[in-house]
């Protein structure tokens, strides 16, 4: 009981502080964590059954989501909302630094300099990194460095989905004990 109200409060001050920065996207994307997580709890038992499936849909999904927000943005040249619209500036700016060192990416951490030097004259922030790992990974270590991120989610992923298909085994084989001890 103490644990969950406690637990209950935590979140609720990390809701209020996110709702304080005004930003669309992480309200965005913790409302979708949040609905995912109690979504992957309420049916647990089904999805460890259908892990496969699920961590397939899943990586699917993400990425399917990320390329609507890229499509978006292009189609559009920005994104709805000041918060999102400023991401947009960081990642055109980060498109044009790219542009400049395509195999290689800028370097480590070499971001603020280019988004000085590439930003448009409607950006007015300036920032450190391009707030999405993806484009930071391509901008600044290049294609190799993209793919080897992708790689290391693909070994997580494998890693999630053993540690799932493992526990549906285990659920299953409990299951049948029980089933057969009631026979």
Not at 128 to 139: A, C, E, G, I, T
Not at 170 to 178: A, H, L, P, S, V
Request: charged share 15%.
């Amino acid at each position: 009981g103490v644990a969950l109200w406690g637990g209950g409060l935590a979140w609720a001050a990390l809701g209020y502080g996110l709702w304080l920065t005004g930003s669309n996207g992480a309200m965005i994307a913790a409302l979708a964590a949040a609905l995912t997580a109690g979504v992957l709890y309420a049916f647990r038992a089904r999805c460890a059954a259908h892990a496969r499936r699920w961590a397939t849909t899943g990586v699917a999904l993400y990425f399917v989501v990320m390329a609507g927000v890229a499509l978006l943005g292009m189609s559009r040249g920005t994104l709805p909302g000041s918060s999102l619209a400023f991401r947009w500036e960081y990642w055109s700016a980060a498109m044009r630094a790219w542009e400049t060192a395509p195999w290689t990416g800028i370097g480590r951490e070499n971001f603020q300099d280019a988004d000085c030097q590439f930003k448009s004259a409607a950006a007015v922030e300036e920032v450190r990194d391009p707030h999405n790992l993806w484009v930071s990974l391509l901008v600044e270590t290049g294609p190799a460095g993209l793919l080897g991120g992708l790689f290391l989610l693909g070994i997580w992923a494998v890693a999630a989905l053993r540690s799932m298909l493992e526990a549906s085994a285990d659920t299953r084989q409990e299951e049948f004990r029980g089933a057969w001890l009631l026979a």
